[in-house]
Each structure stands twice: as structure tokens, then as C-alpha cells.
């Protein structure tokens, strides 16, 4: 598959330049709540292929969409039953191809996301396990056991999932199952030479139909040391997490990765992958490395307060890290697992205990487990956001956008527990409010059905309060959210001319200003005092435009302060 219009990409950099991906602009597609072609209420592919337009607008690099593969949709389709395959509700392989055709022909790569994990309780190899009975070789694949207690009526141990409640199951014969996420998320025996090879197939299946690289998810928890007798929860919780700990990032997943990383370099050119990988910074290197996937998400940002002491130590400690793996580094600030950005800056600041090792490990759910009113204060925490997205897109390295970030959009506290699908707020009774609110099908029109999503209703609820956020609203002012994105994502190709940072002091606690290689300078100012502007050209600015200064809660972007550093 070739790209046609590769504007920002290494091919118009020329062969020696460095590959697309080390400061792409990745905008994650959450497949089931992007766009509606077909009007049954959930996203699907033909409409990814028919908002392409738009996303060469906004001036993407990439797209990483999550699965969009057949699932019984018990975690939002991260449950997959057919690695390869387009789940029949979002569309057919042939609407696959045509979405790539369709992205690459506007010079957006695609990436997509891979599940290792576990399966989906529907996955052909489960129902095989289950059909065909304890000590068979279909078990082998995944992680039976037999159970404690009288007649092995209690589980192998009493560890709890990752979205609450037990992580065993007992099946119709007496055995269990082990799953770190939701029962109905078997985890897959990686010891297993059968999974090992049908992941490499489903790799180049994809790489075979013109995907340019891949999302790993939880890269680090797919090997497991389950020697008996298996540690108790407590035991398990007072390991270190040094490689060897029997679940989460032990140093033998990266065999895995090397053999990923030489099917990967088969391909010209080679497929990208990112690990999500929620390890001790310590330890990102290692996914990231060239031998490995390549890269791996730095969630440091994601998880900062909205403040200038904490991301001068995150973007300093992650160019650091960055620079010894031999990747770029990447940056996030939402995704589909976390409170929108815009809310979480306009809530009170969380404290370092529920920001502890609980929420690393659980890699998403730490934020909050009820409504957001009265204390969200809306405008604030948009004023925040923008100032923090336009300090992200300006740093070095790769910016991941989450969907209807560039909108602007707010979390959405007002789903009614019915109609709620996140595992985490049924596995926990509702203790953990989940993860649907920043996963609402997208605004695209004030007015109609929908919101211009697509027919009449969407799989989770719009709130009225979207028409303000609407795409078309939008474009009818030039200073809106979506405005000021597509204008960074246009000046990053200026910007992103190396990937070195170099701060300059400001001589106050709460302003950060940083040079970039081309000359530019950018100023956040994460205070309410106005800050002098220094010498040069504005040429984006995430609040109002005031004379002289940065006005606070802001970012500004100077070109031509000085000259090439
Ligand atoms: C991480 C994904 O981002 C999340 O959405 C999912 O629930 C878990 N992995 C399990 O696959």
C-alpha cells in the first residue's frame, strides 16, 4: 500500500530523515463512538472512512483505532473473539481496505490495536477449552486450575481483577480460569508455542493489509510465573515490580517483543508498535527500545496535575528516558480509559495517595466514583486544557489526542446506571463509577439526530450540552477548541524539526518556557498573574490574545525569539 500525500511524513523528509512516527500526532479513534454510516447507534468503519476528510483537516499524522474486531463487547471490544476479522456490526474487511485506502490516500497512517492478553470468552479457542474438558490440550492455552478448599470449591487463590471482583471463574466442570480484567477476558497462556505463532499471524495479517503499526495492550502483563503454591493477594501485593514479580513486567515478556520486532522489520517500511505498558518509568525503556516495540506511552503527563513543577519533572525525566531507549518520547493527556482532561483540571487537584500504585497498576480507573457536580468548574478546566494540549503538541516527540479532545469536550457524568457498559461499574457496584463518560459518541453537528453522529440514537447517551461542542458549532467561530488544534497540528510540521528542549528560566514557580531546535519558544503559563511576553512573532495562543503579556492559565507559541539552538 503506498501513501499518496505524505506531507509530514518521512518520505517527504527524505530517506535519511528520521522515521514518521518519532513526532507523529496520533489521533485515537474509539471505533464504536467515532461515526455512525449505518445509523444503528454504533460507530463503525465507513464512518471512519467518511469523516477522512476531517481528519486530514485537523492535520493528523496517524489514527490508532481501538478494536473494531467481533466481541461480545464485555470491555468495549478490548474482549476480542477474532483477531482477524471486522466485527460484522462495524463493517467488513473490505470496508477495512477501503478505510486505509481512504486515510493513507490523505497521508494518515493507521494504526491499530492489538489485544495479547486475554481473548474474549467467545474466542473459538475458549469455547474449545470449555467443550473440551479439564487436563485437555485446549486448556493448555489459556490459565486453568484446579481449585482450594473442599472439592476445589474455592478459587486457586484469592486475587482480585483488575476492574474489581474476583480474578478466577469456575466453569461447569470445576476448574477455574484466571483473568486479570473481566470474567468474561480469559488471559492466554503466553508460555504456549500456539499463541505465540497466532499472534505473529494476526500481525502480518494486519501489516499485510497496509497497517502501519500497532497499539500493544497492557504489553507488560502477558507472561506470568504461576508456579504452585501461588502466592496469596497480599503476598502478591508486596512484591517489587523488578521483573521477576509473577504478574506485571516480568523481564521474559521482551522475548516476545524481539520476535515481534524482527516480523515487524520484514515489512518496508518497518511496522511501528507502542507499548501501553503501565510500568516504573524505570522500565519503560524497555518496550520502547528499537529491538523491541519501538515505543511505549509515557503516562506521566496524563496522570500531573495541571501544574508547572510537576510537568517540567515529567517532560525532563521522559526525554531522559526517551533519549536511553533510543525512542522519541510520546505524550498523552486523555484516552478512552481516563476522565477527559478538560474535567479533570477543573476539579480539585487529586492527592498523591490516589495517585499511588494502585492506580499504575490498574492503569486507568483512579480518577472519580461519582458525579462530577458541584465541583467541576467548566470553564476553568477548559481554559487548562487548552493550555496544557498546546504545551503538549509543542513539546518533542509523539502527541496521542484522544477523539473529541480537540473539541474540547467535558466528561460526561449523566449516564443513567442503566444504560452504563464499563465492567468496572458493575464488577465494583458502582463504587467505580468506569470509563463511559469520555466514551460518547462524538458531537459533529448542533442541530439533528444525534448530533450528526448518526440516526436517531447513539450506545451511549449525548448529553444536550454537546450541541455547544459540536464540530460544525465550532467551525463557525476561529477562536474554538477545534480551531486551535487544527492550528498547532498545521505548525507542528514547522516545529517538530528535532527533538531536543531546551528551558529557559522564568524566574516564577508557576511558568515554564521552553525553546525547540527551529527557534520557537513556548511559554505556559500555569499561574492567574499575567506573564511578560518575551520578544517575537505569537503565532498560536490558547487564551485571549492581551497585549504584552501571557495571560494566565495559558500557552503561547513565539516564533523567531532566537535563533536555531
Ligand atoms: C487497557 C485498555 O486501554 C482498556 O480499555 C482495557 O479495558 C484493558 N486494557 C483490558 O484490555
Keep these: 500500500m503506498t501513501l499518496t500525500a505524505q506531507t509530514r511524513t518521512d518520505a517527504a523528509a527524505g530517506p535519511d530523515q528520521a522515521p514518521w512516527w518519532r513526532q507523529a500526532a496520533v489521533y485515537q479513534i474509539y471505533p464504536r463512538s467515532f461515526a455512525d454510516s449505518n445509523g444503528d447507534g454504533l460507530g463503525d468503519i465507513p464512518g471512519v472512512t467518511s469523516r477522512a476528510d476531517y481528519l486530514a483537516e485537523l492535520g493528523v499524522d496517524a489514527v490508532w483505532l481501538s478494536p473494531f474486531y467481533p466481541s461480545e463487547l464485555a470491555d468495549g471490544g478490548?474482549?476480542?473473539?477474532?483477531?482477524?476479522?471486522v466485527d460484522p456490526r462495524l463493517g467488513t474487511l473490505d470496508d477495512f481496505d477501503a478505510m486505509v485506502a481512504a486515510l493513507h490516500g490523505r497521508g494518515i497512517r493507521?494504526?491499530?490495536?492489538?489485544?495479547?492478553?486475554?481473548t474474549s470468552d467467545q474466542h473459538a479457542w475458549f469455547q474449545e477449552a470449555l467443550a473440551?474438558?479439564?487436563g485437555s490440550a485446549a486448556r493448555e492455552r489459556y490459565i486453568f486450575r484446579e481449585g482450594s478448599g473442599p472439592g476445589g470449591s474455592e478459587p486457586p487463590a484469592d486475587w482480585e481483577s483488575v476492574f474489581g471482583g474476583p480474578a478466577w471463574e469456575r466453569v461447569a466442570d470445576g476448574q477455574w480460569y484466571f483473568h486479570n480484567f473481566a470474567t468474561e477476558q480469559p488471559d492466554l497462556n503466553w508460555d504456549h508455542p500456539e499463541v505465540r505463532a497466532d499472534f505473529v499471524r494476526t500481525l502480518r495479517f494486519w501489516s499485510d493489509r497496509g497497517v502501519d503499526g500497532f497499539r500493544i495492550d497492557v504489553a507488560h502483563m502477558l507472561t506470568k510465573d504461576l508456579t504452585e503454591p501461588l502466592p496469596s493477594r497480599a503476598e502478591l501485593d508486596a512484591l517489587p515490580f523488578d521483573g521477576k514479580?509473577?504478574?506485571?513486567?516480568?523481564?521474559d515478556v521482551h522475548e516476545i517483543y524481539a520476535e515481534w520486532r524482527r516480523v515487524f522489520n520484514e515489512y518496508?517500511?518497518?511496522?511501528?508498535?507502542?507499548a501501553e505498558a503501565w510500568v516504573d518509568a524505570s522500565r519503560i525503556p524497555l518496550y520502547a527500545r528499537p529491538e523491541s516495540l519501538g515505543q511505549a506511552f509515557n503516562f506521566d503527563l496524563l496522570q500531573a496535575d495541571f501544574d508547572a513543577g510537576e510537568f517540567r519533572r515529567v517532560?525532563?525525566?521522559?526525554?531522559?528516558?526517551?533519549?536511553?531507549?533510543?525512542?522519541?518520547?510520546?505524550?498523552?493527556?486523555?484516552?478512552?480509559d481516563v476522565v477527559r482532561h478538560a474535567t479533570r483540571y477543573g476539579l480539585p487537584a487529586l492527592g498523591p495517595d490516589e495517585r499511588g500504585r494502585d492506580a499504575v497498576k490498574q492503569g486507568s480507573l483512579w480518577l472519580h466514583s461519582g458525579g462530577l457536580e458541584p465541583q467541576l468548574d467548566r470553564e476553568a478546566g477548559l481554559r487548562r486544557a487548552r493550555a496544557a494540549s498546546m504545551f503538549l503538541l509543542a513539546l518533542p516527540g509523539s502527541a496521542y489526542l484522544y477523539q473529541g479532545e480537540e473539541l474540547g469536550l467535558h466528561e460526561v457524568a449523566e449516564i443513567p446506571a442503566a444504560e452504563r457498559q464499563d465492567p468496572t461499574f458493575y464488577r465494583t457496584a458502582g463504587e467505580e463509577i468506569g470509563r463511559d463518560g469520555c466514551r460518547v459518541p462524538l458531537p459533529w453537528t448542533a442541530e439533528g439526530r444525534s448530533h450528526g453522529f448518526g440516526a436517531d440514537g447513539s450506545h451511549l447517551p449525548q448529553p444536550g450540552w454537546f450541541a455547544q461542542y459540536a464540530v460544525d458549532e465550532q467551525e463557525r467561530h476561529p477562536d474554538s477548541v477545534l480551531e486551535l488544534y487544527r492550528a498547532a497540528l498545521r505548525l507542528r510540521a514547522e516545529l517538530q524539526t528535532g527533538e531536543r528542549l531546551e528551558w529557559v528560566e522564568t524566574g516564577r514557580d508557576d511558568v515554564l518556557r521552553f525553546r525547540r531546535p527551529n527557534g520557537w519558544e513556548v511559554v505556559t503559563n500555569f499561574g492567574t498573574e499575567p506573564f511578560a511576553l518575551p520578544a517575537g512573532e505569537v503565532v498560536l495562543a490558547s487564551g485571549a490574545a492581551v497585549a504584552g503579556v501571557v495571560p494566565g492559565e495559558s500557552t503561547v507559541w513565539i516564533r523567531g525569539a532566537h535563533a536555531r539552538v
Design 110 to 118: 493507521v494504526v491499530v490495536d492489538i489485544v495479547p492478553n486475554h
Design 132 to 134: 473440551a474438558g479439564r
Design 268 to 274: 518496508d517500511p518497518p511496522r511501528t508498535a507502542v
Design 78 to 85: 478490548y474482549d476480542v473473539a477474532d483477531y482477524r476479522d
Design 245 to 251: 514479580h509473577p504478574l506485571i513486567d516480568r523481564d
Design 315 to 336: 517532560v525532563t525525566d521522559n526525554l531522559v528516558l526517551a533519549a536511553a531507549s533510543g525512542s522519541s518520547s510520546t505524550w498523552v493527556l486523555s484516552n478512552h
